[in-house]
């Protein structure tokens, strides 16, 4: 599986690297243990979103623009709705969750079995 480095995007990943840069700012931590530290996050994230994520969900937009590149597809959607098909799995009297729209949402899908590197 590629690991990909989208996810240093998140907040999780941002905190890491700001963390990261403050132990090197201090003298705690070198360049080149940063880089492994967030080798492994990209590798562990990856990892645990394919391994451990098996929910299901619909979603609905109007397709603004798409393009697939290094097997990386980009899809730019307007006015996207997304619908829980399973929510609440211990309480089943709840009733069906829905994400409030939103105008526009950019989805990125990698393909676990490329070596392509985003």
Known sequence: MANYQLYRN???GATLQ???????????LTDHAAG???????RSINLALDKRINKKVQFTGKLSTY????????LVLKDFQVKDNNPG??????????????????????????????
């Open 10 to 12: 998140t907040t999780l």
């Open 89 to 118: 799995q211990h309480n089943t009297a709840a009733p069906s969750t829905q994400v409030p729209r939103a105008d526009k949402v950019k989805i990125v899908a990698c393909d676990g079995k490329s070596t392509a590197q985003a």
């Open 67 to 74: 393009r697939f590149c290094d097997n990386v597809w980009t």
């Open 18 to 28: 700001e963390t990261l840069e403050e132990m090197i700012s201090q003298g705690a």
């Open 36 to 42: 492994k530290v967030l080798s492994e996050f990209d």
